[in-house]
């Protein structure tokens, strides 16, 4: 029998027939209700409005010689028709509208990735990396078209606990998908001004038509949004904000990309998701494509491919268009980012890029870490999230003075699964431990100068092979660690390697593998619901209880864990927008990051780090056989480490 847990407090499902408002406006119009500086429940989610409006925005990305629209779907108090005016929570999505299983981009290929400063050659087209559906994908069914709200079921959480509050809560499909039109182009601006073009028409600077093709505005709206969603939902609430869009007072992006070319690419290296190997732009545009006219992105598509350039993986106006960080600065928004630590699907470094970028512009802003990987928060700390989210919403849209931006600006989830509140994040007080690549292992001191080789293998052995049982000889890989350590050591923000090598062969990639080495009990990426417990948190409708299980972490035993990664294209180790030719078997000098972590390397462990040329589960992979040659005790690994306690 499964039982149903009511959250107390704040959280209490709203009931079938709420409590009249506390208070009215002088003309007796409806209003919210506000206790403590907290919106509470003061209008039924089963007498919303539902409400269809297509948006016109700037943009022709299908030239067709119209401008594009982006279908809204509207759930609203119905007290809005009574001069009640709401804010609104936004989720725009290329997911409402279904997908399409593409075959992915071939990843063994065969050409040579250091041709002696020749142009490489185009890898060939077809399946050989997989094929599916992309990443990011996530798709949910859209609502019914219906005059009533009770009738119409918005996927989440958002309309049955915040609708009760005094909300308006909107789906959007993103171009080229679902009710839209225009075409899916992975992060480029016509996507961007499609979801802004939501905000415009909530104050006014954007047309609308209803489903009969009347004009129609949003006279109920207070002008102010908030933009939310996981994935790639919670990519556009980033994009939209970088272009600094008034009326967007807050965004809640979770595992959301800042930077496309952080996701499809790495140090100048093709690099996949993790999972999706094959997986580019092109691809997701293609699998999103649910708009009905099945044949006018055609164009559109082969400008992707044509544009995101597979052959090499440097920087370009193609990427720097999906580069949200460099406009920090332009934020308006309230920024509370949400990010998992065992997430290689959206790795780590986006969260990471971006909240530095937040931080040097005084962007207001929070930050969750959380253990588990690509996943949504709310079942795994329901009370807590909902709260946070509640409080985040009041004070950005509805200007209560509720302390959302007091006390400690990140809260990390530690490995016991207990969570740490701490001021910034790298924790204040990390500081930079360099660590010696030597012969005999990690060391500060640098030892004897040796080379040592490692004959790349990766083609067809994961990484996971490759770094297990570091005191074996093992000549697909150079392997160093520390000693057991004789306390915890806890690393808060991105390591880097530093190496003098040599490559001769055809891969053109160095791989660097940060691993805890010791048999403990760790959380992976993975979640898993506690049908135990079913909380109900807001008010349901037929199809919708407004309840949810949480979920818990699940975790594996094993004798280590790869704790983070990093790649290089050697040929990319000046500059990421051009390569540099490469001599086989000379002696140059490499440097690049791996993805920044918040990780307990635990006392009696030990710290290794791995070094590897093709790394089979992200990059590329050239004809094995490539030949690295190290300079043992020249190379450095620098840990950022965060003072004991904090």
Same mark, same amino acid.
């Given at each position: 029998m499964?039982?149903?847990?009511?959250?107390?407090?704040? &959280?209490?499902?709203?009931?079938?027939?709420?409590?009249?408002?506390?208070?009215?406006?002088?003309?007796?119009?409806?209003?919210?209700?506000?206790?403590?500086?907290?919106?509470?429940?003061?209008?039924?989610?089963?007498? #919303?409005?539902?409400?269809?409006?297509?948006?016109?925005?700037?943009? $022709?990305?299908?030239?067709? +010689?119209?401008? $594009?629209?982006?279908?809204?779907?509207?759930?609203?108090?119905?007290?809005?028709?009574?001069?009640?005016?709401?804010?609104?929570i936004?989720?725009?999505?290329?997911?409402?509208?279904?997908?399409?299983?593409?075959?992915?981009?071939?990843? $063994?290929?065969?050409?040579?990735?250091?041709?002696?400063?020749?142009?490489?050659?185009?890898?060939?087209?077809?399946?050989?990396?997989?094929?599916?559906?992309?990443?990011?994908?996530?798709?949910?069914?859209p609502?019914?078209?219906?005059?009533?709200?009770?009738?119409?079921?918005?996927?989440?959480?958002?309309?049955? /606990?915040?609708?009760?509050?005094?909300?308006?809560?909107?789906?959007?499909?993103?171009?080229?998908?679902?009710?839209?039109?225009?075409?899916?182009?992975s992060?480029?601006?016509?996507?961007?001004?499609?979801?802004?073009?939501?905000?415009?028409?909530?104050?006014?600077?954007?047309?609308?038509?209803?489903?009969?093709?009347?004009p129609?505005?949003?006279?109920?709206?207070?002008?102010?949004?908030?933009?939310?969603g996981?994935?790639?939902?919670?990519?556009?609430?980033?994009?939209?904000?970088?272009?600094?869009?008034?009326?967007?007072?807050?965004?809640?992006?979770?595992?959301?990309?800042?930077?496309?070319?952080?996701?499809?690419?790495?140090?100048?290296?093709?690099?996949?998701?993790?999972? /999706?190997? +094959?997986?580019?732009? =092109?691809?997701?545009?293609?699998?999103?494509?649910?708009?009905?006219?099945?044949?006018?992105?055609?164009?559109?598509?082969?400008?992707? %491919?044509?544009?995101?350039?597979?052959?090499?993986?440097?920087?370009?106006?193609?990427?720097?268009?999906?580069?949200?960080?460099? =406009?920090?600065?332009?934020?308006?928004?309230?920024?509370?980012?949400?990010?998992?630590?065992? =997430?290689?699907?959206?790795?780590?470094?986006?969260?990471?890029?971006?909240?530095?970028?937040?931080?040097?512009?005084?962007?207001?802003?929070?930050l969750?870490?959380?253990?588990?990987?690509?996943?949504?928060?709310?079942?795994?700390?329901?009370?807590?999230?909902?709260s946070?989210?509640?409080?985040?919403?009041?004070?950005?849209?509805?200007? &209560?003075?509720?302390?959302a931006?007091?006390?400690?600006a990140?809260?990390?989830?530690?490995?016991?699964?207990?969570?740490?509140?701490?001021?910034d994040?790298?924790?204040?007080?990390?500081?930079?431990?360099?660590?010696? &690549?030597?012969?005999?292992?990690?060391?500060?001191?640098?030892?004897?100068?040796?080379?040592?080789t490692?004959?790349?293998? +990766?083609?067809?052995?994961?990484?996971?092979?490759?770094?297990?049982?570091?005191?074996?000889p093992?000549?697909?890989?150079?392997?160093?660690?520390?000693?057991?350590?004789?306390?915890?050591?806890?690393?808060?923000?991105?390591?880097?390697?530093?190496?003098?090598?040599? &490559?001769?062969?055809?891969?053109?990639?160095?791989?660097?593998?940060?691993?805890?080495?010791?048999?403990d009990?760790?959380?992976?990426?993975?979640?898993?619901?506690?049908?135990?417990?079913?909380?109900? /948190?807001g008010?349901?409708?037929? +199809?919708?209880?407004?309840?949810?299980?949480?979920?818990?972490?699940?975790?594996?035993? #094993?004798?280590?864990?790869?704790?983070?990664?990093?790649?290089?294209?050697?040929?990319?180790?000046?500059?990421?927008?051009?390569?540099?030719?490469?001599?086989?078997?000379?002696?140059?000098?490499?440097?690049?990051?791996?993805?920044?972590?918040? /990780?307990?390397?635990?006392?009696?462990?030990?710290?290794?780090?791995?070094?590897?040329?093709?790394?089979?589960?992200?990059?590329?992979?050239?004809?094995?056989g %490539?030949r690295?040659?190290?300079?043992?005790?020249?190379?450095?690994?620098?840990?950022?480490v965060?003072?004991?306690?904090?």
């Amino acid at each position: 029998m499964v039982s149903a847990i009511a959250v107390a407090g704040a &959280l209490v499902a709203t009931p079938a027939a709420p409590a009249a408002p506390e208070a009215r406006a002088p003309d007796d119009r409806p209003a919210l209700r506000i206790v403590d500086e907290r919106t509470r429940p003061v209008v039924s989610r089963a007498d #919303a409005v539902f409400q269809q409006v297509d948006v016109e925005t700037p943009t $022709d990305s299908d030239g067709d +010689g119209e401008r $594009d629209t982006v279908r809204m779907r509207i759930l609203r108090p119905r007290e809005t028709g009574a001069g009640l005016k709401v804010a609104t929570i936004i989720e725009a999505s290329p997911y409402w509208g279904g997908g399409n299983d593409v075959p992915f981009h071939q990843v $063994d290929i065969d050409e040579d990735g250091l041709p002696d400063g020749r142009p490489g050659s185009r890898p060939a087209d077809g399946p050989g990396g997989g094929g599916g559906l992309p990443g990011l994908f996530a798709a949910a069914p859209p609502p019914a078209t219906a005059a009533a709200g009770s009738s119409v079921v918005f996927p989440g959480y958002t309309d049955n /606990y915040f609708l009760p509050r005094g909300y308006a809560v909107a789906q959007v499909d993103s171009v080229g998908t679902g009710a839209s039109t225009g075409c899916p182009v992975s992060g480029g601006r016509a996507e961007t001004l499609g979801a802004k073009a939501a905000v415009d028409w909530l104050n006014g600077r954007a047309r609308g038509r209803d489903t009969d093709g009347r004009p129609v505005g949003a006279a109920w709206s207070t002008g102010d949004a908030a933009m939310m969603g996981i994935s790639y939902n919670g990519t556009l609430p980033t994009a939209v904000a970088a272009t600094g869009v008034e009326g967007l007072k807050a965004i809640v992006p979770i595992s959301g990309i800042s930077s496309w070319y952080d996701y499809y690419r790495g140090g100048g290296a093709v690099v996949a998701p993790g999972g /999706y190997q +094959g997986e580019d732009t =092109d691809i997701l545009a293609k699998a999103v494509y649910s708009r009905a006219d099945r044949e006018i992105c055609r164009p559109a598509h082969a400008r992707l %491919t044509a544009e995101q350039d597979r052959v090499n993986g440097d920087y370009s106006r193609f990427w720097d268009e999906r580069d949200y960080v460099k =406009d920090a600065a332009r934020f308006k928004a309230g920024v509370f980012l949400v990010q998992g630590l065992n =997430d290689w699907n959206v790795r780590t470094g986006h969260a990471g890029r971006l909240w530095e970028a937040l931080r040097r512009h005084d962007v207001p802003r929070r930050l969750w870490l959380h253990q588990a990987g690509h996943s949504n928060p709310m079942p795994l700390r329901m009370e807590e999230w909902l709260s946070r989210l509640h409080q985040w919403f009041d004070f950005w849209l509805y200007g &209560l003075d509720n302390g959302a931006l007091d006390g400690p600006a990140v809260e990390v989830e530690q490995a016991d699964f207990g969570w740490r509140r701490q001021a910034d994040w790298p924790a204040p007080g990390t500081r930079d431990v360099r660590l010696r &690549l030597a012969a005999g292992g990690l060391s500060p001191l640098p030892g004897r100068p040796v080379r040592q080789t490692l004959t790349d293998a +990766g083609r067809t052995l994961p990484a996971e092979e490759l770094v297990v049982r570091p005191d074996e000889p093992n000549g697909n890989r150079l392997a160093y660690t520390t000693g057991p350590l004789p306390a915890d050591l806890r690393i808060n923000g991105a390591p880097r390697v530093s190496v003098r090598a040599s &490559l001769a062969g055809t891969s053109p990639y160095l791989t660097a593998l940060l691993v805890d080495h010791g048999t403990d009990t760790r959380a992976t990426a993975g979640t898993i619901a506690d049908t135990s417990q079913q909380v109900c /948190y807001g008010e349901g409708v037929p +199809g919708d209880t407004g309840c949810a299980h949480r979920t818990r972490h699940r975790t594996e035993t #094993a004798g280590f864990k790869i704790v983070t990664r990093g790649w290089l294209d050697v040929r990319n180790r000046a500059s990421l927008w051009r390569q540099s030719p490469v001599a086989e078997g000379r002696e140059y000098r490499f440097q690049w990051a791996m993805q920044p972590q918040d /990780y307990v390397f635990e006392k009696g462990h030990r710290l290794g780090v791995v070094l590897i040329s093709t790394d089979h589960d992200h990059t590329l992979r050239h004809p094995a056989g %490539t030949r690295v040659t190290v300079l043992a005790g020249a190379g450095a690994v620098t840990l950022p480490v965060a003072p004991a306690g904090r």
